[in-house]
């Protein structure tokens, strides 16, 4: 049939491709239908899933489905229960090819090598470094150990003074002014801080104004709503708009 044709041809140009320029970088297709699938099975012909999640929005998924709502690249939820993450976790990416990608920070780093838009060099080392930073430094600053309790509103912790300094330049995300500067970095780091007023209600970090704004900002995007919850983000939204007054 026409998806069976369409398989074939993509599997022809791509070994074509391979054979005169090199690896093709990979791109998803959609997802066949059941009937689709079974007629496939029946032709011995691969399956291409393209990129399921495991997860739910009281998790740490949200995080790995803003950059894939950001970015409009095909995927579908799977539920939380069974994962085929080792420890039974989630979030948890799985991708053609038998991919499998644990940990939130390893997945949004896999996304944009592989399914992102094109990036530099610079901001590759930029991207790579906030990811990381916000998974080693970013988190036990923004929920303590064992979520006990958040820096966020404490006078002369270092990482979050020197966030708050970072954007006093003006500059609307982490890698700079204006829309397209909204990346990978800012999934990252934004959703850790957007954490915080949900788990902790009571806080208020009035003294780094700038990291509020940048919340705010991070909060206002559809696509964060989308991933998080109407919910979540208003919630965020309401709070920066308090302690920004």
């Known amino acids: 049939g026409r998806w069976t044709r369409l398989l074939a041809f993509s599997v022809l140009w791509a070994e074509v491709a391979n054979a005169w320029v090199g690896p093709v970088r990979p791109r998803l297709v959609p997802t066949p239908t059941s009937k689709q699938q079974q007629s496939m099975r ?3 012909k691969p399956l291409k ?9 009281q998790t740490r998924s949200p995080l790995v489905s ?22 039974g976790q989630i979030p948890y990416l799985t991708d053609d090819g038998g991919v499998g990608v644990f940990e ?12 992102g838009p094109a990036r530099d060099n610079a901001r590759i080392g930029l991207d790579t470094s906030w990811v990381v930073w916000a998974n080693s ?9 064992g979520m006990s309790g958040t820096q966020l509103d404490k006078p002369g912790v270092r990482g979050l003074d020197t966030l708050e300094a970072l954007l006093s330049d003006g500059r609307e995300w982490i890698a700079g002014p204006g829309d397209g500067n909204f990346g990978l970095a800012d999934v990252a780091v934004g959703s850790y801080l957007n954490y915080v007023p949900v788990f902790f209600p009571q806080v208020s970090p009035t003294l ?6 940048y919340m705010k900002r991070c909060a206002e995007r559809p696509a964060f709503a989308e991933a998080f919850g109407e919910g979540h983000a208003n919630a965020v939204k309401t709070k920066a708009a308090k302690w920004l007054k």
């Open 42 to 44: 029946m032709r011995g």
């Open 49 to 57: 899933m393209g990129l399921e999640l495991y997860g739910s929005q």
């Open 66 to 87: 803003w950059y894939l709502l950001e970015n409009k690249i095909a995927h579908t939820m799977k539920p939380p229960r069974p994962s085929p993450h080792p420890f």
């Open 104 to 115: 939130s920070g390893a997945i949004l780093l896999y996304l944009a090598q592989v399914h």
């Open 137 to 145: 430094e970013l988190d036990p600053l923004c929920f303590g150990k």
């Open 208 to 213: 780094r104004p700038l990291i509020c704004a």
